[in-house]
């Protein structure tokens, strides 16, 4: 049958199981708007692009689904480009859609023309332009397999406004040919037993879990694995939840702000075996120094990530699940009791350093907000964050017991993130809990979206964290610049006025004693929450591995009692 340009689209995106796009109109995409009305897709209008490319992240992690986005083409294609590459850092699969100028036109620096695909080839799996009608079908079908498949990332499709209104043959293509693309599967049989043979020699092995293992589905096979061989489980930030915070072989989260007893356990390793994780430098501190005594087993579907900041003594380029469960069969099970005794001496010690060991008081300290949230909700939420702070206290005091429950921007840290993320998340689980952990600063980037979350209606609960800083970039001057508060100091608006000018009940905690009603509020009052935390304008995340030094040389938040001696 003949379609549109258009109307093939939506006819590719209805094969590909889209349900829910994210986008805003504009001249050069609204031939793709207006033959949306004839498909059963709910377009959410987001006030701003990036917004759009958010929500699209949010509802492809906790969906597992592929995020879709819509934009026109010259600022709304370049609006994108922020949420594109949160996406591209953290291996999000979202495919976003932007309308181009008419093909002749293109070259002329017509009105609201962007060469779109020239600006976002380094920060998208692969991208498109397309300039006639019969190219979107098998275009359409590729982005979507692109995306979804291997290492998942985002994919860009810019189509111009000449081939949304010509119309041409459709054609479904069921079947894909893209000879160049065919991600691994199975690590080869001797890379396997090399591996082995290092397990087997190990007495102090930390296995390092990161977001592969949650996009490869490979929790069970993981917790199969460091239980016959015994093994303590460090997680990265997106890789919280790959085992759960309780597990008796968990360390919880390495690295900069990472607990103290997983970056100990890390640097006196002889064998760290790294699942879907890249390396990062937030996890390795100085790479010169990084886990000395340790070899080191990576297990990676991206071949490019293999040797690119750590040397390893052998790779395992395959599918995590696939390579886990070619794995366990060859592996015995081995005693790292002494190993684990030691890991507990360091846990305990890093206890009574917790915040939560300091004695009761009426501050307001947003690691105790965060924890009254975990609490209240008995860890059972969907928890979204922006980026500073209160996501590093969320990640420490909020424990992920199941995966793909901590939504947050990775390897970019995009301020702004959380709350069209959270958005996008209550569109993939409208049953479930969805809290959303920000700071002033950060939700002021994105806080036209509280308009979004009216007009659609999403039960997502809003905990702003307010200390009237820009507190991660304080912090560092506080440490590093002799408190020389420059440009961090920030005012915003009246949160609470600010929400109920959309009409969303709002309540401000400003002591302790109020944290627990508050939440208890918004938990039993239907729709979206705003509750505004007034809290200390000082605090520190600890611990914290400053630039350039080893993972376990870190600044340590004090002792309890030592603090109450000092006093």
Known sequence: ????????????????????????????????????????VHHVLTRHEQGAAHAADGYARASGKVGVALATSGPGATNLVTGIATAMMDSSPIVCVTGQVASHLIGGDAFQETDVTGITLPITKHNYLITRADEIAPVVREAFHIARSGRPGPVLIDI??????????FEYPEHLSLPGYQPPKHAPKVDLEKAVDLIEQAERPVILAGHGVLMADAMEELRIFATKTHTPVSMTLLGLGAIPASHPLSLDMMGMHGEA???HAIQNADLLLA???RFDDRVTG????????????HVEIDPTEVHKNVHVDVPLIGDLKTVLTDLIPMVDEYDHDEWMAQIDEWKQESEERSIMAWPS??????????????????????????VGQHQMWAAQYYPMEEPNRLITSGGAGTMGFGLPAAMGAWFAHKEQAIWLIDGDGSFQMTQAELSTLVQEGANVKIAIMNNQFLGMVRQWQEFFFDRRYAATPITGPDFVKLAEAHGIPARRVTEHSEALPAIEFATQTPGPVLIEFVVEKEDSVYPMVPAGADLDEMLRRPIVNQAAAAD
């Open 1 to 40: 049958m003949r379609l549109s340009g258009a109307e093939i689209l939506w006819e590719c995106m209805i094969r590909e199981g889209v349900e829910v796009a994210f986008g805003y109109p504009g001249g050069a995409i609204m031939p793709v708007h207006d033959a949306m009305l004839k498909y059963p």
């Open 286 to 297: 100085k790479l010169r120094t990084y886990a000395p005594r340790a070899r080191k087993i």
């Open 160 to 169: 111009c406004k000449n081939a949304q209104i010509e119309e041409a043959e």
């Open 361 to 386: 008081e009426e501050k307001l300290h947003t690691a105790h907000a965060i924890r009254e949230v975990w609490q209240a909700t008995e860890g059972d939420s969907i928890l979204v964050t922006g």
């Open 261 to 263: 007893y997983s970056n």
């Open 275 to 277: 699942f879907g994780m």
